[in-house]
């Protein structure tokens, strides 16, 4: 498919899983209404962002009750659907998880986050998501029959050779849940979004959940869309919304023929490859 249009819901996460579910359901149907193609739910959509609330949301995606309501939304809904991610539960790990859904709410791939957020800036912000996260080892790229799809978990975003070697494998979206604080925010993350977006030359949602000073830590919003060329073609702010972008595919092409930049990489001289 040459054009969709895609939908950001930037959740407002709370502590309480049943009310998290319903409101991704409704802002799915809100997107379907307004004639989106494409779902993309925020990083820990179900689940307060601590490490205790992890291991106390946790599901086996055997039996989620999260994935069974979102996957019969996208059914009922027609809906492609990144399930941001949520906290999974498998042989007595826990795995920070996107789960991607068909319009027939069939699984068709999901990405475990490789990189975990360890971040320690005195007086401003101390945490530790190895504490309780187990890292994932499979870079994920999906072919769908509106594009084909790349997935990566926030911190992910910080490292460009994974983006890279996407790029490579032909992703033309990008989609990136991620939840970013009140002090990495600001500084690097529109920064990163747009950065990606050029290295590579290809389209990144990134989506956030909304701002909430309820919770210990604070998410700072501003999902955001950016086409090949880095522009920003959907933005929110810190609150509770839902962005909507057209994605014109051929738009890679025409970026890439202007400034051929993975046509002029130095392969004599390196490379990314994949392990």
Same mark, same amino acid.
């Not at 379907?32 to 820990?44: G, R, S, Y």
């Not at 747009?194 to 990144?204: K, L």
């Not at 959940?209 to 999902?223: D, M």
């Given at each position: 498919?040459?054009?969709?249009?895609?939908?950001?819901?930037?959740?407002?996460?709370?502590?309480?899983?049943?009310?998290?579910?319903?409101?991704?359901?409704?802002?799915?149907?809100?997107?379907?209404?307004?004639?989106?193609?494409?779902?993309?739910?925020?990083?820990?959509?179900?689940?307060?962002?601590?490490?205790?609330?992890?291991?106390?949301?946790?599901?086996?995606?055997?039996?989620?009750?999260?994935?069974?309501?979102?996957?019969?939304?996208?059914?009922?809904?027609?809906?492609?659907?990144?399930?941001?991610?949520?906290?999974?539960?498998?042989?007595?790990?826990?795995?920070?998880?996107?789960?991607?859904?068909?319009?027939?709410?069939?699984?068709?791939?999901?990405?475990?986050?490789?990189?975990?957020?360890?971040?320690?800036?005195?007086?401003?912000?101390?945490?530790?998501?190895? %504490?309780? &996260?187990?890292?994932?080892?499979? /870079?994920?790229?999906?072919?769908? !029959?509106?594009?084909? #799809?790349? @997935?990566? +978990?926030?911190?992910?975003?910080?490292?460009?050779?994974?983006?890279?070697?996407?790029?490579?494998?032909?992703?033309?979206?990008?989609?990136?849940?991620?939840?970013?604080?009140?002090?990495?925010?600001?500084?690097?993350?529109?920064?990163?979004?747009?950065?990606?977006?050029?290295?590579?030359?290809?389209?990144?949602?990134?989506?956030?959940?909304?701002?909430?000073?309820?919770?210990?830590?604070?998410?700072?919003?501003?999902?955001?869309?950016?086409?090949?060329?880095?522009?920003?073609?959907?933005?929110?702010?810190?609150?509770? %919304?839902? &962005?909507?972008?057209?994605?014109? /595919?051929?738009?890679?092409?025409? !970026?890439?023929?202007? #400034?051929? @930049?993975? +046509?002029?990489?130095?392969?004599?001289?390196?490379?990314?490859?994949?392990?």
């Amino acid at each position: 498919m040459k054009y969709f249009k895609i939908a950001v819901c930037q959740m407002k996460v709370v502590d309480d899983k049943a009310l998290n579910i319903k409101k991704a359901v409704n802002m799915m149907r809100e997107a379907a209404q307004n004639k989106a193609d494409m779902v993309i739910l925020p990083e820990m959509f179900n689940c307060p962002y601590d490490n205790e609330k992890f291991r106390e949301y946790a599901e086996n995606r055997t039996d989620s009750r999260t994935l069974q309501v979102v996957s019969a939304a996208a059914r009922k809904f027609k809906l492609h659907l990144v399930a941001g991610s949520i906290p999974e539960a498998e042989d007595g790990k826990i795995y920070n998880s996107s789960f991607i859904f068909n319009p027939e709410g069939v699984l068709i791939g999901h990405h475990r986050k490789l990189h975990l957020f360890d971040i320690d800036i005195p007086g401003e912000i101390s945490f530790k998501e190895s %504490e309780t &996260i187990t890292s994932g080892d499979r /870079i994920t790229v999906l072919e769908t !029959v509106i594009c084909r #799809l790349g @997935v990566a +978990i926030c911190y992910d975003i910080r490292f460009p050779e994974l983006l890279r070697l996407m790029a490579l494998k032909g992703v033309e979206l990008m989609v990136i849940p991620g939840a970013f604080n009140q002090k990495t925010g600001p500084a690097h993350w529109e920064v990163l979004v747009r950065s990606r977006a050029v290295d590579n030359q290809f389209f990144v949602a990134a989506a956030s959940p909304a701002s909430n000073e309820n919770l210990s830590y604070i998410a700072y919003g501003h999902s955001m869309v950016v086409d090949p060329w880095g522009d920003i073609i959907a933005r929110s702010g810190p609150d509770e %919304e839902i &962005i909507y972008a057209e994605i014109n /595919i051929s738009r890679i092409a025409e !970026v890439r023929k202007e #400034l051929p @930049v993975l +046509i002029n990489r130095r392969t004599d001289l390196y490379d990314v490859v994949e392990k």
